[in-house]
Protein backbone atom coordinates (compact mmCIF):
# COMPACT_ATOMS: atom_id res chain seq x y z
CA UNK A 1 0.00 0.00 0.00
CA UNK A 2 2.95 2.33 1.01
CA UNK A 3 4.54 1.55 -2.48
CA UNK A 4 0.99 2.71 -4.39
CA UNK A 5 0.77 5.89 -2.64
CA UNK A 6 4.16 7.23 -3.20
CA UNK A 7 3.78 5.99 -7.26
CA UNK A 8 0.43 8.56 -6.71
CA UNK A 9 2.81 11.44 -5.11
CA UNK A 10 5.16 10.84 -7.94
CA UNK A 11 2.49 10.96 -10.76
CA UNK A 12 1.19 14.30 -9.47
CA UNK A 13 4.46 15.86 -9.17
CA UNK A 14 5.22 14.73 -12.66
CA UNK A 15 1.53 16.58 -13.51
CA UNK A 16 2.18 19.44 -11.87
CA UNK A 17 5.73 19.68 -13.02
CA UNK A 18 4.49 19.42 -16.87
CA UNK A 19 1.63 22.33 -15.68
CA UNK A 20 4.25 24.78 -14.68
CA UNK A 21 5.71 23.73 -17.77
CA UNK A 22 3.48 24.70 -20.02
CA UNK A 23 1.20 27.34 -18.29
CA UNK A 24 4.76 29.13 -18.82
CA UNK A 25 4.47 28.87 -22.25
CA UNK A 26 1.39 30.65 -22.21
CA UNK A 27 3.24 33.78 -20.85
CA UNK A 28 2.80 34.57 -17.07
CA UNK A 29 1.86 38.16 -17.50
CA UNK A 30 2.37 40.57 -13.97
CA UNK A 31 0.57 40.36 -10.47
CA UNK A 32 -1.25 43.06 -11.49
CA UNK A 33 -1.87 41.95 -15.38
CA UNK A 34 -1.42 38.28 -15.14
CA UNK A 35 -1.32 36.28 -18.28
CA UNK A 36 -3.39 33.38 -19.28
CA UNK A 37 -0.59 30.99 -17.96
CA UNK A 38 -0.68 32.48 -14.29
CA UNK A 39 -3.09 30.89 -12.69
CA UNK A 40 -2.16 27.60 -13.76
CA UNK A 41 1.21 28.11 -12.85
CA UNK A 42 0.34 28.96 -9.80
CA UNK A 43 -1.82 25.61 -8.93
CA UNK A 44 0.69 23.94 -10.46
CA UNK A 45 3.37 24.93 -7.69
CA UNK A 46 0.98 24.16 -5.20
CA UNK A 47 0.56 21.00 -6.60
CA UNK A 48 4.41 20.30 -6.66
CA UNK A 49 4.37 21.27 -2.71
CA UNK A 50 1.64 19.20 -1.63
CA UNK A 51 2.71 16.40 -3.74
CA UNK A 52 6.55 16.73 -2.41
CA UNK A 53 4.99 17.29 1.13
CA UNK A 54 2.76 13.64 0.56
CA UNK A 55 6.16 12.09 -0.81
CA UNK A 56 8.28 12.85 1.99
CA UNK A 57 5.58 12.25 4.43
CA UNK A 58 4.75 8.50 2.77
CA UNK A 59 8.33 7.63 2.92
CA UNK A 60 9.13 8.96 6.03
CA UNK A 61 6.10 7.35 8.03
CA UNK A 62 7.84 3.90 9.67
CA UNK A 63 4.61 2.41 10.53
CA UNK A 64 2.76 0.52 7.53
CA UNK A 65 -0.58 2.04 6.30
CA UNK A 66 -3.86 0.31 7.28
CA UNK A 67 -5.47 -1.76 4.59
CA UNK A 68 -9.38 -0.49 4.07
CA UNK A 69 -11.68 -3.20 4.70
CA UNK A 70 -14.44 -4.52 2.40
CA UNK A 71 -16.87 -3.78 5.00
CA UNK A 72 -16.09 -0.13 4.89
CA UNK A 73 -18.15 1.57 2.10
CA UNK A 74 -17.00 3.94 -0.69
CA UNK A 75 -19.11 7.13 -0.54
CA UNK A 76 -20.37 7.37 -3.86
CA UNK A 77 -22.80 9.63 -3.51
CA UNK A 78 -20.03 12.57 -2.05
CA UNK A 79 -18.32 12.43 -5.39
CA UNK A 80 -22.31 12.76 -7.61
CA UNK A 81 -22.56 15.52 -5.10
CA UNK A 82 -18.97 17.44 -5.92
CA UNK A 83 -19.84 16.94 -9.79
CA UNK A 84 -23.04 18.47 -9.81
CA UNK A 85 -21.88 21.38 -7.19
CA UNK A 86 -18.88 22.10 -9.61
CA UNK A 87 -21.21 22.47 -12.71
CA UNK A 88 -23.64 24.01 -10.30
CA UNK A 89 -20.83 26.44 -9.68
CA UNK A 90 -19.59 26.86 -13.15
CA UNK A 91 -23.30 27.07 -15.05
CA UNK A 92 -24.73 29.49 -12.40
CA UNK A 93 -21.33 32.28 -11.84
CA UNK A 94 -22.07 34.70 -14.61
CA UNK A 95 -25.87 34.64 -12.97
CA UNK A 96 -25.94 34.24 -9.89
CA UNK A 97 -22.29 36.41 -9.00
CA UNK A 98 -18.77 35.12 -7.48
CA UNK A 99 -19.43 36.07 -4.06
CA UNK A 100 -23.02 34.26 -3.35
CA UNK A 101 -22.22 31.73 -5.68
CA UNK A 102 -18.82 30.87 -3.47
CA UNK A 103 -20.94 31.20 -0.30
CA UNK A 104 -23.40 28.21 -1.73
CA UNK A 105 -20.75 26.23 -3.30
CA UNK A 106 -18.25 26.22 0.01
CA UNK A 107 -21.09 26.02 2.40
CA UNK A 108 -22.61 22.98 0.32
CA UNK A 109 -19.48 20.95 0.88
CA UNK A 110 -18.79 21.66 4.33
CA UNK A 111 -21.89 20.75 5.09
CA UNK A 112 -22.90 17.60 3.11
CA UNK A 113 -19.54 15.99 2.03
CA UNK A 114 -17.76 16.57 5.67
CA UNK A 115 -20.18 16.82 7.39
CA UNK A 116 -20.46 20.11 10.03
CA UNK A 117 -23.06 21.83 11.94
CA UNK A 118 -24.87 24.96 10.13
CA UNK A 119 -22.94 27.46 12.22
CA UNK A 120 -19.62 26.38 10.95
CA UNK A 121 -20.87 25.54 7.17
CA UNK A 122 -21.83 29.32 6.89
CA UNK A 123 -19.46 30.69 8.86
CA UNK A 124 -16.79 28.74 6.42
CA UNK A 125 -18.81 30.05 3.29
CA UNK A 126 -18.53 33.55 4.72
CA UNK A 127 -14.83 32.98 5.42
CA UNK A 128 -13.88 31.37 1.68
CA UNK A 129 -16.10 34.36 0.15
CA UNK A 130 -14.80 36.95 1.31
CA UNK A 131 -11.29 35.82 1.75
CA UNK A 132 -11.70 35.29 -2.84
CA UNK A 133 -13.14 37.90 -3.42
CA UNK A 134 -10.46 39.70 -1.51
CA UNK A 135 -7.68 37.83 -3.42
CA UNK A 136 -9.58 38.46 -7.15
CA UNK A 137 -10.93 42.08 -6.34
CA UNK A 138 -8.11 43.81 -4.17
CA UNK A 139 -4.98 41.97 -4.72
CA UNK A 140 -4.78 40.78 -8.67
CA UNK A 141 -7.43 43.44 -9.16
CA UNK A 142 -9.20 40.37 -11.62
CA UNK A 143 -12.80 41.51 -12.79
CA UNK A 144 -15.28 39.00 -11.48
CA UNK A 145 -19.12 38.31 -12.21
CA UNK A 146 -20.69 40.22 -9.77
CA UNK A 147 -24.14 38.49 -10.32
CA UNK A 148 -27.93 39.72 -9.83
CA UNK A 149 -27.19 41.57 -6.66
CA UNK A 150 -24.51 43.87 -8.55
CA UNK A 151 -21.95 42.93 -5.86
Known amino acids: MKRIIIYCNIFWLLFAILTCIESYRLKLGE ?7 F ?21 TKKEEFREV ?15 GA ?11 GFLINTF ?12 QSWKKSIIGGVITAIAAN ?14 ILGF
Not at 134 to 147: D, H, L, T, Y
Open 31 to 37: INHPGPG
Open 39 to 59: FPFGAGLVMIILSLMGLFITI
Open 69 to 83: SSEEKIRWWNIIIII
Open 86 to 96: ISGYAFSLDRV
Open 104 to 115: LFITLLLKVIEP
Open 134 to 147: FVFNVVFRVQIPSG
